[in-house]
């Protein structure tokens, strides 16, 4: 099939390219660099070194023979290009990874809070558009994120997006509704993101747009198999305090014995999957596409939960580093439990790839490898949810 990576430049496009192109995919990458970009606004870069596109690519035609195409551009800004590049390549499936995605960044100042609410939103209703306006019966898959439901409730569990409610009548009985699972962003990124999937809504109902929209945990690792092949391929590997997420921040400090930076009481409970299983994830997503009528199916893409405490615990016993417990620079419930559903993807054959120690020890290696690389200056998350947060760091 004819796949369209819009973001493949980024740390789960750039492995998904690989991984699909690998299985015989024809794959033509759409990406702007703002990732590249944003590395030298905040001058904290890739721990991994990671190679120009240019290089990038024709590393992996010598040793695949496989030629993966690459267009320049601005998804969000230039939809006119976007569009003819669609019409020109008539692509099977797009899988939309084009976002700015971290939390902290987005929440850095009213620059940064207006640019990610810009490009994700027109980033994706550009390509809702487009799609519509060539007519073409392209399947779209979306990265999501599992913080469009918030992080739980008590005794309930997350379903894969939507949710049975019965209504009061006015008179008497009640109605029954599927609706979209609530919304409950937790920092303008993650708005962003329970706005795409109202666009996803609306484009499906009036057009009949084919869409999938994976609601992904935190990704944690950092190679695959197809990154390994040669060190011009390696993925990217975010540890500043804007993009580094979670697990692969406290691996990465444990390697050069910075303190595990807890944020708060530790006792926020997340979902992860392992870089392995996102690109599955989105193999099995292309391979089961809806079907033409087909409401948008949503898939929650992890594969367990974590409490982030628990997570410095265990990497504190295997590294022996210190655990830090810091205040909090997010305004986020400071404990709470997770139950999700994910069998959409396990009845579709996804083998879980779990916390294990050896994978665990693998990113501590990279980690390491590259330890040399680190800013120290970068670690600590510098992006306050509010003004009052910033005002108690600094006190
Ligand atoms: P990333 O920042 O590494 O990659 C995103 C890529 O999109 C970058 O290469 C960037 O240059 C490109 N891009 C952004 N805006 C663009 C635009 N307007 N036009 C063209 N290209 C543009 O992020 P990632 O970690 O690879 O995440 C990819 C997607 O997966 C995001 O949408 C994110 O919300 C979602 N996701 C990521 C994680 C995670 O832990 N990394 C977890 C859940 C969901
Ligand atoms: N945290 C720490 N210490 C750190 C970094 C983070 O305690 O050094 C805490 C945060 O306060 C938060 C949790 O760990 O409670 C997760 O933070 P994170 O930065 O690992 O992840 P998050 O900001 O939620 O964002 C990441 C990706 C995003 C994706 C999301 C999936 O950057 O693109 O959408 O994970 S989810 O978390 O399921 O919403």
């Not at 069998?343 to 050896?358: E, H, I, M, R, S």
Request: glycine share 8%.
């Amino acid at each position: 099939m004819k796949v369209m990576v819009l973001g493949g430049d980024g740390f789960c496009g750039w492995p998904t390219s690989l991984h699909l192109s690998n299985r015989g995919h024809d794959i033509v990458i759409v990406d702007n660099l703002s990732r590249r970009n944003i590395d030298n606004e905040l001058e904290a870069y890739s721990l991994t070194p990671i190679e120009p596109m240019g290089v990038r690519i024709n590393t992996w035609e010598q040793l695949s023979g496989k030629r993966i195409r690459f267009h320049r551009i601005d998804i969000a800004g230039e939809y006119d290009k976007l569009k003819t590049l669609i019409l020109e390549e008539k692509p099977d499936a797009i899988v939309h990874f084009a976002e700015q995605r971290a939390a902290p960044y987005s929440m850095k100042s009213e620059y940064h809070k207006c640019y990610t609410v810009n490009n994700n939103l027109n980033a994706t209703h550009n390509v809702l558009c487009a799609i519509v306006a060539t007519g073409l019966p392209v399947h779209l898959v979306h990265l999501g994120t599992m913080g469009v439901y918030g992080y739980g409730s008590p005794d309930t569990k997350i379903p894969e997006g939507y949710l049975n409610v019965r209504i009061r009548k006015e008179d008497a009985g009640e109605v029954e509704k599927e609706i979209l699972y609530p919304a409950d962003p937790g920092s303008i990124y993650h708005m962003t993101k329970t706005q795409d999937q109202l666009f996803f809504y609306y484009y499906n109902k009036n057009d009949g747009v084919r869409i999938t929209d994976l609601h992904q945990g935190i990704v944690w690792g950092t190679n695959i198999e197809e990154t390994l092949q040669d060190e011009r391929l390696i993925n990217r590997f975010d540890y500043d305090g804007d993009y580094g997420t979670v697990l692969n921040r406290f691996l990465m400090q444990s390697s050069i014995n910075h303190p595990l930076t807890v944020h708060g009481s530790g006792g926020q409970t997340r979902a992860f999957i392992h870089i392995q299983d996102t690109v599955r994830c989105i193999e099995i997503a292309l391979d089961n596409p809806p079907e033409r009528n087909e409401r948008v199916k949503i898939f929650n893409q992890m594969t367990e939960t974590h409490r982030v405490r628990d997570l410095a615990q265990l990497v504190s016993e295997m590294t022996g580093t210190e655990v830090l417990y810091m205040n909090n620079p997010r305004k986020e419930n400071e404990e709470n439990d997770l139950n999700v559903d994910n069998k959409c993807f396990l009845d579709l054959g996804l083998n879980p790839t779990t916390l294990a120690q050896g994978l665990l020890m693998e990113v501590r290696d990279v980690a390491e490898k590259y330890a040399h690389r680190c800013d120290r200056e970068k670690i600590i998350c510098k992006s306050y949810w509010t003004r009052e947060k910033g005002l108690e760091t600094q006190n």
